[in-house]
């Protein structure tokens, strides 16, 4: 399906794990693979399905298991690399409110179920992790 819009947040490793099984499940319930990955300072984590067309993007060796890829997201969500995304999404902003905040992820895509990059969908991409502000009002 080209037009699939995924978005979703959350604060937990589970919660990371099963977006990611949700996210990587096709319409014939079978898993898709992911073949590398790249930060971008503006999307934070790319998950890419094809890395032939772009050397600036990690190759995993083989595909990578949807557990596989929660571990080194959730270790990146709590580097320093992370800690330095600026997050710009109005609805990822830490937000003073009548409640509490708590740091999480997204995990999103754009225009054709990929990733906008520089302005471009590159459509060897699958989708996007990134802080992201949880808010908890009263």
């Given amino acids: 399906m080209d037009n699939r819009q995924f978005n979703v947040k959350g604060r937990s490793e589970l919660q990371l794990l099963k977006t990611l099984e949700c996210l990587l499940t096709d319409d014939y319930d079978a898993i898709k693979k ?3 990955w790249k930060f971008d300072e503006t999307k934070g984590i790319v998950l890419y399905w094809l890395t032939s ?3 600036t993007v990690n190759q995993f060796m083989g595909a990578a298991s949807v557990k596989t890829l929660t571990t080194m997201i959730w270790d990146w969500l709590h580097s320093e690399e992370a800690k330095s995304f600026k997050i710009t ?3 990822d902003l830490d937000c ?3 409640g509490s905040n708590y740091l999480g992820f997204r995990v999103y895509n754009d225009k054709w179920s990929c990733v906008e990059l520089g302005g471009n969908i590159n459509h060897y991409t699958i989708a996007a ?3 992201a502000w949880c808010w ?3």
């Fill in 34 to 36: 992911v073949w590398g």
């Fill in 53 to 55: 067309n772009d050397s």
């Fill in 89 to 91: 999404e109005d609805w």
């Fill in 96 to 98: 003073d409110q009548d």
């Fill in 129 to 131: 992790i990134a802080p």
């Fill in 136 to 138: 908890y009002g009263k």
